[in-house]
């Protein structure tokens, strides 16, 4: 008798698992749909905020030379012409540097910039994250194709893996452009110029992991 109960109750056990798992997977997989819609959508509001932050630091860039040389021009009047040094240095970092963000937010927006870094930055060795899940061979090579290539994705959570991954990497650029501004303006970050280079190898290190042009196909 206690055989047969037992015999009854792993039945219904298997049944019930049976029909539990394949509810919860799919309920994963159509939650899966919807963080995809979410994260392509905000690349698009990511893009513009981005481009915004470049034009912005630019501007600042430009403006704060505008106010140092007309500063300096009032302060000494006679001797101004003659400091040539002076004139050079601004010319050569300040005005530049923000000349290339102002060109580089607008190249952001009519997507120039994302075509010219896709072909600079493609030929780098990066997106070693897939070579290290590949390590010891527990994963199939397929499996690790479908996350690493976009299009290639089948199910929504492979999909949703590299979605996530290109997050890393746009964050990633937008903190080796800032850290590099903050660096080009004596290291003023946090008060510390350590905290500038720390940053900027953390981005480094994040977008060597995730790889840099990872998010600029959705950024199009």
């Not at 003659?82 to 997507?111: C, P, Q, R, W």
Request: hydrophobic content about 50%; charged content about 15%; some cysteine.
């Amino acid at each position: 008798m206690l055989a047969i109960v037992l015999q009854h109750l792993l039945s219904f056990t298997n049944s019930s698992f049976s029909t539990i798992i394949p509810d919860v997977v799919n309920g994963l997989e159509e939650l899966c749909i919807e963080i995809n819609e979410f994260l392509l959508l905000l690349f698009g509001y990511l893009k513009y905020l981005f481009a915004l932050l470049l034009m912005i630091l630019g501007g600042m860039t430009l403006l704060k030379v505008r106010g140092v040389y007309l500063m300096e021009r009032l302060r000494n009047k006679s001797k101004f012409d003659e400091n040539e040094s002076f004139k050079d240095k601004i010319k050569k970092t300040h005005v530049i540097l923000g000349m290339a963000y102002m060109f580089m937010g607008f190249g952001l927006i009519f997507n120039y910039l994302i075509y010219i870094l896709i072909w600079v930055l493609e030929p780098l060795p990066d997106k070693l994250f897939f070579q290290f899940i590949d390590i010891g061979g527990f994963i199939e090579p397929q499996y690790i194709l479908r996350i690493s290539i976009y299009d290639f994705a089948i199910a929504p959570h492979e999909k949703t893996i590299y979605l996530c991954l290109a997050y890393i990497s746009l964050i990633s650029l937008i903190t080796i452009t800032v850290s590099i501004w903050f660096l080009s303006k004596g290291g003023d970050m946090l008060n510390h110029p350590k905290g500038s280079f720390s940053v900027f190898i953390g981005g480094v290190m994040a977008g060597i992991l995730a790889g840099f042009t990872t998010c600029l196909p959705f950024l199009i």
